[in-house]
């Protein structure tokens, strides 16, 4: 049974996730999306943080310079990975560049491995990017061919949806994409995927 958190930010809500216990738990930590320097940058040093806050064991997994051996060997020793945010189009390169993509959808979906995505890393698990993430971001990384991301979920997360801007955003992305399916999360909100239950939960930020 395949099993995801798809936060906005805030993580709190990984226990339930993990039968009502994280501690323990062995995770792959992916900074990648965050550009260079990712583990300098606030937002990733605080999912880290989330995490250890939690118990849980955090090596980090730079997809930006893995190839596809040491991603099988990072894989191989983990309960689960977890994508912080940050471009979710670098992201996606990355993930397909290293052969993260290829290798990691066969555990996630057989309930191997837990995926665990705030922001950029939550919008990555769904359908498509396209619809929903920032085009300027796209424009960084001309290498990428298709949108497409990585499918786990039949929907896109828009985060962040606390925010005026990024409400206002939302809005018209829902609204010139009728067909597609959207979970708009503010911060401390996240989707929780087990097998075919979806549900929309409260997920604190850990401080």
């Known amino acids: 049974m395949k099993r995801l958190l798809l936060a906005s930010y ?13 501690g323990g738990l062995r995770f ?27 118990g849980c064991e955090v090596s ?13 060997a ?9 994508l912080a945010g940050g471009n979710s189009y670098l992201l996606l390169w ?18 191997d491995l837990l995926y665990v995505g705030t922001s950029a890393g939550a919008m990555v698990a769904g359908p498509d990017l396209a619809p929903a993430a920032n085009l300027d971001n796209r424009n960084e990384v001309p290498e990428l061919e298709s949108s497409v991301a990585l499918g786990f979920v039949p929907f896109t997360v828009l985060p ?23 979970v708009r999360l503010a911060d401390g909100r996240a989707v929780l995927v087990r097998g075919d239950a979806v549900d929309v ?5 850990l401080a």
Do not use: C, M
């Open 10 to 22: 805030g993580v709190g809500a990984l226990p339930e996730l993990a039968h009502g216990k994280a």
């Open 28 to 54: 792959a930590f992916i900074p990648t999306a965050a550009g260079p320097d990712a583990e300098a940058k606030e937002w990733v040093q605080s999912d880290r943080r989330q995490l250890e806050i939690l």
């Open 60 to 72: 980090t997994l730079e997809l930006a310079h893995a190839e596809a051996d040491e991603v099988a």
């Open 74 to 82: 990072a894989l191989r020793g983990v309960d689960g990975v977890f």
């Open 94 to 111: 990355h993930a397909r560049r290293s052969g993260f993509a290829g290798l990691v959808s066969p555990l996630v979906e057989a309930g």
């Open 160 to 182: 962040h949806d606390q925010e005026p801007e990024a409400r206002e955003l939302h809005d018209e992305i829902v609204a010139a994409n009728p067909a597609v399916r959207f």
């Open 201 to 205: 939960v409260d997920s604190p930020v």
